[in-house]
């Protein structure tokens, strides 16, 4: 069974500081998604990671795959309040088509 | 861009109504939609694959006599929870895939907020 860990589960932080959001999984997969969700409404994609070592970057967000590891981390420079907001991964259950998603990671960043 | 519509928003029944939420994909064929619940502050779960013109797979635990799922086109998918308690009430969103290789990549629609009162 695929599971898939976050951490921290909750991040409070001030505007200006750097901080990285870690998800775990415990099966083969080469591909992992971050989303983002504000709340009372849906999920927005954020980036798609298809292969080891994949580096995708947006803005003040980084999202880095590491498949041997089973490791994704989502890198925040410089935190703005609007990027608070709660952070899922989601990694893709292979041969299944289905992807299994971690808890979430509410971040809050405070001015 | 891929667009996923899910309607009702919001909805407030009353305990033993049933209530149906549809999914289109408004641009794109869906092979492939997904059935997803989302208790407050918890992440997504998983209840049911829906495949255009074949039964719908449900995830362990699931009551499939519950939550009923159709997926009739390849624009539109819905589901129906019969007989609605409020341990019910939860966070209903729906996804589509479009495509049938490559990247799992999902569009999510808006979600539907059912009370059950």
């Known amino acids: 069974e695929l599971k898939v860990e976050q951490n921290p589960l909750f991040l409070s932080m001030q505007e200006g500081k750097n901080y990285t959001i870690y998800c775990n999984y415990s099966?083969?997969?080469?591909?992992l998604y971050w989303y983002r969700q504000d709340p009372g409404k849906s999920l927005e994609s954020l980036f798609v990671?298809?292969?080891?070592?994949a580096v995708k970057q947006e803005g003040r967000l980084m999202a880095s795959l590491d498949t041997k590891a089973r490791l994704s981390t989502l890198h925040i420079t410089a935190a703005v309040h609007d990027l608070s907001a709660t952070y899922f991964c989601?990694?893709?259950?292979?041969?299944?088509?289905?992807?299994?998603f971690g808890q979430g990671t509410r971040l809050t960043i405070n001015p | 861009g891929a667009v996923v519509s899910q309607h009702p928003s919001r909805v407030i029944c009353k305990s033993g109504t049933s209530v149906k939420i549809e999914c289109r994909s408004l641009?794109?064929?869906?092979?492939?939609m997904f059935w997803y619940r989302q208790f407050p502050k918890q992440s997504l779960m998983l209840m049911a694959t829906?495949?255009?013109?074949?039964?719908?797979?449900?995830e362990q635990g699931v009551e499939k006599d519950k939550f009923l799922i159709n997926h009739a086109s390849l624009t539109l998918s819905t589901l129906t929870v019969t007989s609605a308690h409020p341990e019910d009430s939860s966070f209903y969103i729906c996804?589509?895939?479009?495509?049938?290789?490559?990247?799992?990549?999902?569009?999510f629609g808006a979600g539907s907020r059912l009370t059950v009162l």
């Open positions: 989601a990694v893709d259950m292979q041969g299944a088509q289905k992807l299994v």
């Open positions: 829906s495949n255009e013109g074949s039964k719908a797979t449900y």
């Open positions: 641009d794109f064929q869906a092979t492939t």
């Open positions: 099966t083969t997969s080469d591909r």
């Open positions: 996804s589509a895939r479009r495509g049938l290789s490559g990247a799992n990549v999902l569009t």
């Open positions: 990671l298809l292969s080891n070592g």
